[in-house]
């Protein structure tokens, strides 16, 4: 596969569209960064568009009847079934673009949202199979690491150690007992043209993924990170600050892989000790240093992987 | 109205078609947009005969190869969601994983158009005929016809995107027939040359409210206490309308094409004493048992159930009144119930708050595709002769043909 040019469409704030697509007056919690996340996901994509949801957080503070945030049309069945239900809307677009019935000219953008429950776990059969058909749909996932909707409980992408309702810290266990599945990697293993990850913390970077999610032929998938602060447990105001903290200790990388090539689009070039990221979150209080430093070691051996993919240190130590 | 006899303009080819086949050859001639599914016995040959017409031109149309049942019905659903026509066929398991799709089809009032050829449940896993799939979704919101013949099975494809798409109705439909007994015998079957006049008979209506970016619109929204019983209640009184629709869409069908079913099917119920009411396939091996009683002056009657859901109450109670004993023949059981049979309790219940009305018996038969030839009929109706001599019609379904029970 040739990597067509991408080009950055959003280097400075002032680029990003005024157009608001996504009303205020939701019901997601104060702070949430999902509504970050969608607000900017849609100035991106602009009015020709459909949106498929998940059953989550978004979709059920967004639409409770007789109201709705969406500005453009939206679409919900259930929690299972985002990316089948996508697949249909791309294949009814296509078939009435070619007979005519819907202008053939018009590009509309299918983009699917789901949480981390709707894509890791429940949503992931279909997913996979969107993505195999190789429908014409971008793929958003907005992960915040436990079912929040219901009330905290794990998901597969709660990572290791992380207290979540279900997952409790007792006497014997110490949180959730398994690493975070590593969604964004099994994706890639179905050779799409575009998977990356974001953080709503650099939005000019997750803005032209999802720009570039929208413009390659095929599925592609980004893959936000969420900070959560109701199932997290810290201040509504720090959002922002714990999104940009897990980039800033290598937690999360933000990285694309684009036709094939794979980047790092953040780098970092000093990092911060995974502590600052877990010591302001009331879901790893109950951590030992001992297991913070094991937490360190395991950041650590991703850096070094990815690093290695990129060939170069895009990553660096940490520092303090 | 501007139905003026289009009979004589409707050419008509003879094919030799499986109702699989009749299936898939409606869906080609109502031009379908987009078919979603997944492979199950015994209606695997449906998806294979579309995608033949795709394949071949004779169908412009996309079809999604999805992985699993919940995704095809899904996928139809959003379909139709986003302006196409749209349909999909299953059977048995698959339509029991769909199940939960099922109730957001009709909560969305969506008009696709699903073919069932029924099956058995597991476990343990059988791949045979009964109605056990079908049953198990009554109470979805889908309006649901059986056929009992391939040329019914055409028709009332036809008819059923009709009644689906109409603005009154806007609800989904099943049309059922028996797997294997039906979904893998031949039988002729009339279909038209050119599909104009299927065209005209059920127009696509591309105006509907839509997934549509010029006029956007939120879909499956969350309901609060405050309003969610009205939205069922609208499908109440939208099933109640189809009744009308599914009347009106099968009286125009037979004004088109020649051709009409009635909601329901009777054969020789004016003078009988006792009637069989069944569904499906197994109406042709009946009315051969009733010809064949009738030589010995035996007066017996059938009724077909043609419309499922929603239930023809009078059109049923029109046929039976005059009956001695109704015999209902369930291919489904509802288990624990004293009768489990689900259309024997929809016959009691028509007739329940009526002073003049029937005795009526409930026969469980034909489970995962045990027999039931033209014999078995004689003896169920034999059987039920003697319990109308002995003037006590048990208040309990009988299970027919199983091993180990008996009845004298």
Known sequence: MSKPVAKKAFRLLTQIPREELFAPGHGLCAGCTAGTIVRHLLKVAGKNTILVNATGCVEVSTSPYPYTSWKIPWLHLAFENASAAASGVEAAIKVLQRKGVIDPNKKINIIVLGGDGGTYDIGFQSLSGMLERGHNVMYVLYDNEAYMNTGIQRSGSTPQYAWTTTTPAGKVWRGERRPKKPIADIIAAHRIPYVATANPAYPLDMLNKFKRGLEVEGPSFVHVIQPCPTGWRFDPRYGIKVARLATETGMWINWELDHGEFDVTVPVARRKHVKHYLRMQGRFRHLTDEEIEEIQKWVDQEVERINKLVGRQVIGPVEE | ?408
């Open chain 2, 1 to 408: 109205m501007a139905v003026t006899i289009q009979r004589a303009k409707v050419g008509w080819k003879r094919l030799p078609l499986s109702s699989n086949y009749a299936v898939a050859y409606a869906v080609k001639d109502l031009d379908v947009d987009v078919i979603a599914a997944y492979p199950i016995t015994p209606q695997t040959t449906v998806v294979e005969k579309i995608s033949e017409f795709i394949a071949n031109g004779e169908l412009n149309a996309e079809m999604i190869h999805v992985e699993s049942e919940h995704s095809a019905l899904s996928a139809t659903i959003a379909a139709s969601a986003a302006g196409a026509r749209a349909f999909t066929a299953t059977a048995s398991q698959g339509l029991e994983l769909m199940h939960e799709i099922l109730h957001i089809a009709s909560g969305l009032r969506l008009p696709v158009v699903m073919s069932v050829a029924t099956r058995a449940l597991s476990a343990p896993i059988s791949i045979w005929n009964d109605y056990s799939d079908l049953m198990n979704a009554r109470d979805t919101s889908w309006i649901t016809i059986i056929a009992s013949t391939a040329q019914e099975v055409y028709d009332s494809v036809v008819q059923a995107f009709k009644i689906a798409e109409d603005p009154e109705v806007m609800l989904p439909v099943i049309v059922a027939y028996d797997g294997y007994i039906m979904s893998h015998t031949y039988e002729p079957v009339l279909v038209p040359e050119n599909n104009e006049p299927i065209l005209k008979y059920a127009p696509k209506n591309y105006n509907r409210i839509k997934l549509d970016p010029e006029r956007p619109v939120t879909m499956g929204t969350l309901a609060s206490p405050e309003w969610y019983y009205e939205f069922k209640y609208q499908q109440v009184a939208a099933m109640e309308k189809a009744l009308d629709k599914a009347r009106e869409a099968d009286k125009l069908f037979a004004e088109y094409f020649g051709r009409g079913y009635g909601l329901v099917e009777e054969y020789m119920t004016s003078d009988a004493d006792i009637v069989l009411v069944a569904y499906g396939g197994l109406f042709g091996t009946i009315k051969e048992a009733i010809d064949m009683m009738r030589q010995n002056g035996v007066r017996v009657g059938g009724l077909r159930i043609r419309l499922w859901r929603p239930f023809p109450a009078e059109e049923v109670k029109n046929a039976l009144k005059n009956a001695k004993l109704v015999v209902v023949i369930d291919k489904a059981i509802s288990y624990g119930a004293r009768i489990a049979g689900p259309v024997a309790l929809e016959v009691m219940s028509a007739f329940y708050h009526d002073a003049e009305r029937p005795s009526i018996l409930s026969i469980i038969a034909g489970i995962g595709q045990r027999r039931i030839t033209e014999e078995t009929i004689k003896e169920i109706v034999d059987y039920s002769r003697k319990l109308l001599e002995r003037g006590r019609i048990p208040n309990e379904s009988l299970y027919w043909g199983v091993r180990g029970v008996r009845y004298e």
